[in-house]
């Protein structure tokens, strides 16, 4: 079928050619371009989809760029910011409230005559309003919100939060970077002697958290030494 239709159309266009040619006029190229079989067209569109295949698959894995401040690089994102902020928050509202509400309390009195209640009472006032506000701030001041790098000074700065919920920066080197020897629950390193905590597994590159806590450098392992302390013992 596809060779008698190939033939058609030369039949059809040389008529047209041979009256243009007799009134002294020429064919535009290009005007009655001669037919293709189906092989060449179905080879030329297999070569354009191999031409741009590789640059959809380019396209498919191109990464976007670091975020770049001031500070250097966003390194880490730690995810439970809002709920530290909203914790201590809703501590401190409650603390004022309270605050507010004891000149009332001790001009009125409870209404209760025994004394072990009002001082159960009192105490536990006492626990809500200052205990608990001052005890939050010492278990997330090292919560580490942020944190950025730069790889000109291999440097850290760590954005935390005070105590009235304000952003504090702490710029360390990495040198200043110290592993406890236990682990503990509110300390993943420390930053000279301010302690700091984010998790290893909101890192979106390894690699950071990685030379961040010095696990890139060489190990060496002085056998002379250990063998001094254990005699010495």
Not at 34 to 39: E, K, L, T, V
Not at 119 to 148: D, E, M
Request: aromatic share 12%.
């Amino acid at each position: 079928m596809a060779p008698l239709l190939a033939a058609r159309g030369a039949f059809r266009a040389r008529p047209l050619g041979l009256w243009l040619r007799s009134r002294g006029l020429h064919s535009p190229a290009g005007c009655c371009p001669a037919p293709r079989p189906c092989g060449v067209l179905r080879r030329e569109r297999e070569q354009e989809q191999v031409t741009l295949s590789p640059a959809v698959v380019v396209r498919g894995h191109s990464t976007l760029p670091h975020k770049e401040s001031g500070d250097g690089r966003l390194v880490y994102t730690g995810n439970m910011t809002k709920a530290v902020l909203g914790v201590k928050f809703f501590s401190y509202t409650t603390s004022m409230l309270n605050i507010c509400m004891m000149p009332y309390i001790f001009r009125n009195g409870i209404g209760v005559e025994s004394l072990s209640l009002q001082i159960a009472f009192y105490g536990l006032i006492g626990f809500f309003t200052f205990i608990v506000p001052v005890s939050l701030h010492l278990l997330t001041k090292g919560y580490v919100a942020r944190l950025y790098y730069k790889a000109e000074t291999d440097t850290y700065t760590a954005i935390t939060y005070n105590f009235i919920l304000a952003e504090k920066k702490t710029v360390f080197h990495q040198k200043d970077v110290k592993i406890p020897d236990i682990s503990k629950m509110f300390t993943t390193f420390y930053a000279k002697t301010k302690s700091m905590l984010v998790n290893p597994m909101l890192f979106p590159h390894s690699q950071d958290y990685i030379h961040l806590m010095g696990y890139d450098k060489p190990f060496h392992f002085d056998l002379e030494d250990q063998q001094a302390s254990s005699e010495s013992k």
